[in-house]
């Protein structure tokens, strides 16, 4: 079975830009979530959605944002781009909510 | 609030000896499930084991156990017979039922095998 897909795998964008990333669960799963990786504040949740519904939300600003498509396909974005928010993003899938997560191998993204 | 707590920041381990990484975490809730995953340099988080709170025997995956101590409330990762490919960042992760089902990570170790 394929893991979790995420495209891209590394993007640069400057400042005041805005990003797209995508997420491809594990066939079968449903839910998606979406984690920030910084070296001074570690992993970090953003958000999680089921069913086309975000279930939960972290500590972000407006500015991120995501969405879940009908196939539990998932796609983040993030609206004019801050130095702050170069990360590496990390998205997980599960069969149902509250399941062992399975990560993707993340988008490393770089804000100039 | 949730809380993971790994006091390690790095630990140096010989090959083939056993290594034991430290986690605490702090939780009201009765229901909740305890995580670790490995992230070596490439960045991709990989599920090493599961032990939930209800749970009263320790998990095991292969070389990998977790020493639970619910009264504790530690949930340590122990690796046997260390491998050189074993060295990565390692995260202990909590979820609890309420609050949704979010997932909480500690700040993680690195952990060194020498050959």
């Known amino acids: 079975k394929a893991g979790v897909t995420q495209t891209p795998r590394y993007l640069i964008k400057t400042r005041g830009q805005q990003v797209t990333l995508s997420c491809s669960p594990i066939?079968?799963?449903?839910?998606v979530s979406w984690y920030q990786q910084t070296p001074g504040q570690g992993l970090q949740f953003l958000f999680e959605?089921?069913?086309?519904?975000?279930?939960n939300k972290g500590n972000f600003p407006g500015r991120f944002s995501g969405r879940q498509f009908s196939n539990s396909r998932s796609e983040m974005n993030v609206s004019t781009l801050e130095l702050g928010d170069s990360a590496l993003y990390l998205c997980?899938?599960?069969?149902?909510?509250?399941?062992?997560?399975?990560f993707g191998p993340g988008t490393r993204l770089l804000v100039l | 609030a949730q809380k993971i707590t790994q006091t390690q920041p790095g630990m140096f381990v010989q090959e083939k000896e056993a290594v034991t990484l430290d986690c605490t975490y702090d939780?009201?809730?009765?229901?909740?499930?305890l995580f670790w995953y490995k992230q070596p340099s490439s960045g991709e988080m990989i599920f090493l084991i599961y032990?939930?709170?209800?749970?009263?025997q320790n998990a095991t995956e292969g070389r990998y156990s977790l020493n639970f101590q619910k009264a504790r409330k530690s949930a340590n990762l122990v690796i046997s017979a260390s491998q050189l490919g074993d060295s990565a960042m390692y995260f202990c992760?909590?979820?609890?039922?309420?609050?949704?089902?979010?997932?909480?990570f500690g700040a993680g170790t690195r952990l060194f095998v020498k050959a």
């Open positions: 959605y089921f069913s086309e519904t975000q279930r």
């Open positions: 939780t009201s809730d009765q229901s909740y499930g």
């Open positions: 997980a899938s599960t069969r149902e909510r509250g399941e062992t997560q399975y």
């Open positions: 032990q939930g709170s209800y749970d009263e």
């Open positions: 992760a909590m979820r609890e039922r309420t609050g949704g089902f979010k997932t909480i």
């Open positions: 066939s079968g799963h449903r839910s």
